[in-house]
């Protein structure tokens, strides 16, 4: 079993960045594929970046590639999602989740942290 608590987000104006963390209870961490998820206002969850349990492997939606950068330090437990060129369509409760494997599909995540905001302002 695993506990996540996610930090950073907040208010930024189009083109800038944020980093959020995910940090992991248990001596488990290193053996948990780790993804982000978002959902805006209306909208279902989506998939936006998930990192295997090594590092060694990332994967993005279409629409954060170039963009987004999911990384992971397993000696601290924690996995960063780092936001560059930040757009108001990024604005979404940000969510990090672990799984066995990594997979695009929310329902596999057993895992969930809060959730954190994000709010992008043109």
């Known amino acids: 079993q695993v506990q996540l608590v996610q930090s950073g987000g907040g208010e930024v104006q189009a083109g800038g960045s944020l980093r959020l963390s995910c940090a992991a209870s248990g001596r488990t961490f290193s053996t948990f594929a780790m993804g982000w998820f978002r959902q805006a206002p209306g909208k279902e969850r989506e998939f936006v970046a998930a990192?295997?349990?090594?590092?060694?492997?990332?994967d993005y939606a279409d629409s954060v590639k170039g963009r987004f950068t999911i990384s992971r330090d397993n000696a601290k437990n924690t996995v960063y999602l780092q936001m560059n060129s930040l757009k108001p369509e990024d604005t979404a409760i940000y969510y990090c989740?672990?799984?066995?494997?990594?997979?695009?599909?929310?329902?596999?995540?057993?895992?969930w942290g809060q959730g954190t905001q994000v709010t992008v302002s043109s």
């Open positions: 990192i295997t349990r090594s590092g060694v492997s990332t």
């Open positions: 989740a672990a799984n066995r494997v990594t997979t695009r599909t929310s329902l596999d995540y057993g895992y």
